[in-house]
């Protein structure tokens, strides 16, 4: 699969994402097995001087689901099992960027790395990520 062909087949699920729509968390770029995502500053995501770590921590999550999506989609779609962050720097005024790597992947389970930084590529924070694996019989709603 080509890298076009990726981005064509995820941007507009990440496009049609209320979620990410209500954050402005916006797709850049993508390949095999790799995400690049930004969350747009907005004063109301401050807490009262800096970003809310929440607005973070879901730019995060959405890169490294993006990333694996890169790599399972249509057949699978993931879902994150658990998600660990370190806030380096306080995000005051400006958007965030984000890229997110999928390092391991086996047939149920995928582990990430994700690094958030500045316009200017100053390290905001790091996360890493465990997601699993969703065929549609398991990703179904009862």
Not at 17 to 36: H, R, T, V
Not at 80 to 94: G, M, P, S
Not at 115 to 131: F, R
Request: charged share 25%.
């Amino acid at each position: 699969m080509t890298k076009e062909s990726i981005l064509e087949q995820i941007r507009p699920l990440s496009r049609k994402n209320p979620f990410l729509q209500f954050m402005g968390i916006e797709l850049l770029d993508a390949d095999k097995g790799w995400a690049k995502m930004k969350i747009a500053f907005r004063p109301d995501f401050l807490q009262p001087f800096t970003v809310h770590g929440g607005a973070i921590y879901s730019l995060a999550d959405a890169a490294a689901a993006h990333a694996l999506m890169t790599l399972i989609l249509p057949d699978q779609y993931p879902t994150t099992v658990e998600q660990r962050i370190n806030f380096l720097k306080a995000v005051k005024d400006h958007d965030i960027l984000c890229e997110a790597q999928i390092l391991n992947m086996g047939r149920t389970l995928a582990y990430a790395d994700v690094t958030m930084t500045s316009p200017e590529g100053s390290l905001i924070a790091k996360s890493t990520a465990t997601l699993m694996r969703l065929d549609r019989e398991r990703r179904s709603v009862n």
